[in-house]
């Protein structure tokens, strides 16, 4: 953050998630080396109070990147979010996965000498589910889209049902919690777009695909919402907005937690049988960012997906047809020992 | 240099005396084609030309001034664009141009300049003159109906000595250039052959009597079906597969089927005739021929901007930054055919009317199992990296592509004659040339071990007139 123009760090969003950042450095490095399990529950609580206090970044980032727009060019900003955020993710999941293993350490069944084979631990090694199950997690992310856009629009507005076909039954390794963050926006989009459409009463289905090859799992999400504009086509990857600007900004302001207050210290870790999905054990922003009314439109869900879907050296892709509907096909590598993404695409090819 | 007189003695022309005679010369006056004149030609910058450019002169049956002035204009624009070809062209290795096949292409560029320099100083003010360059300019288009597959051939002997990379490059901007030059000429041939005067002077019998043809202008269809050509091509590429391999996949056609654009009819059918042979082949192979292929035909809504913005020059089109858009754009054309030569494709292409006209997208989606990683990287390479040895030399010897290239390959090489262009892998990337010269694209999907989908978007040329 420190090369970020000066003009930037003027803007108190960004300033502020500087300033965490160096907290968080400087209490960290004043850790010792961990020798003992004292040690590590000393570490493991810095750990959890960082994790705690960072979870406002991203929308902190997001309000500061549009409002520095007339400062900065659009591709610094871009750049300097990805690459942002992909460190962060690959941070956070370090720090999640000792965590979980820890907590797993911890847990009785581990002192148990023998190994339950029916304990669901075993399918988990720390935050990461060995066994995605690709149907289960999207007829998840489907129910939980679809009743947040009923909830929302009323219930005289018929929703699309979602339709799954293909390659139902492929497992893969994955962190659930990313990967329903991805089909959750992905959903999310294809719904309201759907629904916003001049309504019949039979709205058209949007089509899950799932084709499962060797190397990776492929998961196409077809919608018949209309397409998308012409004029937002350039910025859908972008975090710097386009025409949109003033109403993301404002929409950004009311996204829970970003009021930086006791309000976030005060969330507790949620329990994984409460929250619906799996391994959300150290109160994920992605849950409360997932979790907002769906006329919240904060103009960060495609290129966030993204990020995400590269880290694990996939990708997200979308085709539109203008005037009918939209594709987004995204693709997960499912071999599991493919190096973090750390550089951009473009430092990529420069390599 | 021993080589030099070789290739001049085999292109047939010498520096620098004598005129250029060619048997299909006919009553079609030339002139030399000095090298002065090429730097000089090719030293004008190229004026950007527009739809509404060739659209302009009226609609169809055209007077008599008005095809005076469409044969002018054209004759304003074509010598400098055929300038820049032959320079491109000399700017190939030496080795490479000697190639008894490029060196061809080469000479039919500087026949064709020659046919042109007669006018160099003149308008066109009678009929009979017009008429004469409307024989120029179909000698123009039958001389260089299979620039592709020649040179095709030529850069595959030659491969030794040009990298597949440079071949990409060259073929890029020359074949974007050659969709518009052709263009132009075909243009003026068929306002010519749908006007006044021309209607006047033949008989009854040589008249058009399409009914069909009042919603054309020259070579653009106002009111095209796309459903029908994609009929007409599954109708073509699937009779070829029932005569190959017994049996042929169906297609479905969902979205809006009625959906009509202004386009030129012979570009789609090309780039549905390439993307069809793909799907069905796939299809087949894969075994899944019980399976149809689905087209969606999707019209994109007009706005009312259209008609405002129909009447400014497209130099407001919007240029997108790098990276934010694929290659499936609805940019400006600048950006899709800019990738390799920023500067000088821009103004070499054909702009479409506007950023906004109402266009069409098609997506194509078939159960073929998809294109395999390693492939995918090579799908938009013009044929050069993907045959061995054996297969390049079976192609280069004359062979229809039988042997070693897979059956539709040999499907293609048979019906269509002596063009083996579709063996030779040219069918994507010239058809993403063909899309994108208006402002449309395409973009493969492919997932691997289901199938594949193609979106093909094409702006339309808008509301003329």
Known sequence: MQTLPYSALTNQHISHVYELYYTAFERLRKVPEVRTMNDNDKFCDVLKMCLKEHLSVIPRLAMGILEIQDSVSGDECDRFMTTLLRSRISRRVIAEQHLALTETFHSPWHFDGKKSHMSPDDEFVGEIFLKCNAKEIIEQCAKTASELTAKAYGPDVAIPKIVLQGHLDTTFPYIPSHLEYIIGELFRNSIQAVVEQEGSAKPPPIEVLVCEAAQHVIIRVSDQGGGIDRDILPYLWSFAKGPRRKKRLQNLGQVPQLAATMQELQLPPSDPDVVGATGEKFGSPLATLSSRPPDLRIGIGLPMSRIYAEYWAGSLELHSLEGYGCDAFLQISRLGNRNEVLSTRATMDAV | ?465
């Open chain 2, 1 to 465: 240099m021993l080589g030099l007189r070789a290739v001049a003695r085999h292109s047939g022309f010498s520096r620098p005396a004598t005129t250029l005679i060619t048997p299909r010369a006919r009553h079609i006056q030339t002139a030399t084609v000095k090298d002065a004149d090429i730097a000089r030609l090719a030293a004008k910058p190229l004026h950007p030309l527009t739809l509404a450019d060739l659209c302009k002169h009226g609609r169809p049956p055209l007077s008599e001034q008005a095809l005076l002035n469409s044969a002018n204009f054209t004759l304003d624009i074509l010598p400098s664009r055929l300038a820049h070809r032959i320079q491109s062209l000399r700017s190939l290795p030496y080795i490479v141009v000697a190639n008894p096949n490029v060196s061809k292409i080469h000479g039919n560029y500087v026949h064709s300049l020659s046919t042109l320099l007669p006018y160099a100083e003149r308008r066109i003010e009678t009929l009979k003159e017009e008429v004469q360059f409307t024989e120029v300019m179909a000698d123009l288009v039958q001389t260089h109906s299979n620039t592709i597959g020649i040179l095709a051939r030529g850069f595959l002997e030659a491969r030794k000595y040009i990298t597949a990379k440079e071949v990409t490059r060259f073929l890029d901007e020359h074949l974007r250039a050659r969709i518009g030059t052709r263009l132009i000429a075909e243009q003026h041939i068929a306002l010519h052959f749908s006007s006044k005067p021309h209607n006047d002077l033949s008989d009854s019998e040589h008249q058009n009597p399409h009914a069909q043809e009042s919603t054309y202008i020259g070579v653009i269809d106002t009111a095209l079906k796309p459903a029908d050509i994609i009929r007409r091509c599954e109708a073509t590429v699937g009779e070829i597969c029932e005569l190959n391999y017994g049996v042929r996949p169906t297609v479905n056609i969902i979205g809006h089927p009625e959906t009509e654009i202004a386009h030129i009819p012979m570009h789609l059918e090309y780039i549905l005739t390439e993307l069809l042979k793909n799907s069905f082949r796939a299809t087949i192979e894969a075994g899944m021929e019980k399976e149809p292929i689905e087209i969606t035909i999707a019209p994109a809504p007009a706005t009312e901007e259209q008609t405002r913005l129909l009447k400014n020059k497209p130099e407001q089109a919007v240029q997108h930054t790098e990276g934010v858009i694929t290659n499936y754009d609805q940019g400006s054309v600048d950006y899709a055919s800019g990738s390799n030569k920023p500067d000088l494709s821009a103004s070499a292409n054909i702009r479409p009317l506007d950023k906004n006209t109402p266009g069409v997208t098609i997506r194509i989606r078939d159960r073929g199992g998809g294109v395999s990683p390693e492939n995918y990287a090579k799908l938009w390479e013009y044929g050069f990296t993907t045959f061995n040895e054996d297969e390049i030399n079976d192609k280069v010897s004359g062979g229809n592509g039988n042997s070693g290239g897979t059956a539709l390959d040999a499907i293609s090489g048979g019906a269509g004659g002596s063009s083996s262009l579709a063996g030779l892998g040219y069918g994507l990337p010239l058809g993403r040339a063909y899309a994108e010269y208006f402002g449309g694209g395409i973009a493969v999907q492919s997932m691997w071990g289901w199938g594949t989908d193609v979106y093909l978007s094409l702006r339309g040329v808008g509301k003329i007139g």
